[in-house]
């Protein structure tokens, strides 16, 4: 008889809540239908997810190469003279959304994109409409507003969202797309 070892798989926190959150045909869980429970739940595992993750870029600085930065020497380059104002810093990844770095990281990207294929012709802002009659059908199916299911409306948004660049740069709405940038 040949024995099974377990190998244990360890779940990251954003992973826990994606499953927690996940509606399920065959389970009817209490807090998708627990209106502002869900938003305060949403809102505790976010922060709790991006401890997490400043935590992570708090403890592998040498695998993120942060020993690169010299913060004494980038201190005195900044002309900083107060002592106080100097120490080990925490320095965060360009992937690090929205980290300083991470922002500049875009912008430079987008600059580049500009310089190669000039000065954008279209400004579009595309808005969220919780009447949208795919959001409508299923909150109320559910005894629930769009405002009660911010989970859901994000997934729609994402759907048109994507599917609205798609005819953008696909479709030829407003002729060929040489080049494109969203946030």
Known sequence: MKRCVSQEKKVSIREFFSF?????EVERSTLLYSKRLLQQFSVDAFSMIESSRLRYAKTFQKELRADMYNCLADAVLRGETNPSTAGRRIILPSTFTGGARYMLQ??????VICRWAGYPDLFITFTCNQKWPELQRVVTGMGLKSEDRPDLVCRVFKIKLDH???DIKKGNLFGK???????
């Open 106 to 111: 875009n912008y430079q990207d987008a600059m």
């Open 20 to 24: 927690r959150i996940k509606q399920r």
């Open 164 to 166: 609205m660049i798609k």
């Open 177 to 183: 797309v040489k080049a494109g940038i969203y946030i």
